[in-house]
């Protein structure tokens, strides 16, 4: 499989599913690869991941001819730079809530004249096969770096966030939203409310020259947001998967 960064996949304005895999092992992240998503990615924040099993992740998809996007704990910005050194294709960083956080975040993984990410990308270059000079020359355009929406703070920011130079996308977390929005009363990405402010977030991000990307809990609601533009659409967790996939086979296993 030849490997296709995200960034070259949401250019051509293909949106890209993405694996959500919370299981530290290479295996399982390797095996989404070849599952059929367009890429894969590694949550640090919630998921069980962290730098060595992210390492081996990386390498695992990327060898499968995907990219990996790599989800960081809340304000790890050095581990977003770490992500991309390892060969991550893009990272996300969660509860961005304002252009201070933005600016910072953007500091951690954009190379100067746009930040101030550190040189050391020798796993990305072995990983990709591409030269050092090149690399440095193009990491800035062909790497991603997505900053989660998800909390009042955030929408009242936004336009302020939107306007942080090297920020490529945001990256809409549905069930914080709508915790924040509900004032801690429930979480339910689907609810009219929240689903009103994921749609402003994408129209505003859109507006201002950035992709847009949101978790999906399922396959169904991966689908309305494939059909209502977003860019960039996280399908499910791995746990889900292995659970659908054995009781799918055990329901037909018990047929009499
Ligand atoms: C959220 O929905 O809050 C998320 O962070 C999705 O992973
Ligand atoms: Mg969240």
Redesign the pocket.
Known sequence: MTFVSLAARLAKGSPALSA?IAMPDPLVAESAARAGFDCVTL?M??GLHDAISVMRGIGAVTLAGRSTIV?VPVGDFAMASRALDMGASAVIA?MINSADDATALVAATKYPPVGQRSWGPTRTIQLQGVEAADYLATANMTTLVFA?I?TVEAMTALDAILAVPGLDAVF??????SIALSAGANVD?MRTDNQEAASLIRTRAHAAGKKVGI?ALNGAQARLYRMLGYDFI?VGVDAAYFALGAATMLSEARRD
């Not at 809409?172 to 939203?177: A, K, T």
């Open positions: 959500w949550d924040q919630h989800r969660p989660m998800e809409i977390g549905p069930s914080d939203l990405p978790f996280a």
